[in-house]
């Protein structure tokens, strides 16, 4: 199982990215979905997730309202929409998938919940 996540780049304080995250299997559907990011001498962070079940999805209070996830289960893809974005949302972002349940159960905010895991993919947001 590889997650490919994409998308990443550099922009200025308050503009834009989209990334994507796909999966080289077939059964995403049964799956949730989740975001992390970490920057230079921090540890991993939370910023979203969207569980099978009912597609609930949960943010990060950093990026709440700023941030949308979405998920393409007939393309095996995840999404994260990035916009209105700040020299502190520069990090290396994650995808990653997990069951369903240890998901809903953390809010997707534990890392252990997840499965697999992506490369990562840097977005770097200038002042």
């Known amino acids: 199982v590889q997650l490919q996540a994409s998308g990443g780049g550099l922009v200025q304080a308050g503009g834009s990215l989209s990334l994507s995250c796909a999966a080289s299997?077939?059964?995403?559907?049964?799956?949730?979905w989740g975001w992390f990011r970490q920057a230079p001498g921090k540890e991993r962070e939370f910023v979203s997730a969207?569980?099978?079940?009912?597609?609930?999805?949960y943010y990060a209070d950093s990026v709440q309202g700023r941030f949308t996830i979405s998920r393409d289960n007939a393309r095996n893809m995840a999404f994260l929409q990035m916009k209105n974005l700040k020299p502190e949302d520069t990090a290396v972002y994650y995808c990653?998938?997990?069951?369903?349940?240890?998901?809903?159960?953390?809010?997707?905010?534990?890392?252990?919940?997840?499965?697999?895991w992506g490369q990562g993919t840097q977005v770097t947001v200038s002042s």
């Open positions: 990653a998938m997990g069951r369903d349940y240890p998901v809903r159960e953390t809010r997707g905010y534990s890392p252990s919940s997840y499965d697999y």
């Open positions: 299997f077939r059964t995403v559907r049964d799956y949730a």
């Open positions: 969207m569980t099978r079940t009912n597609e609930e999805t």
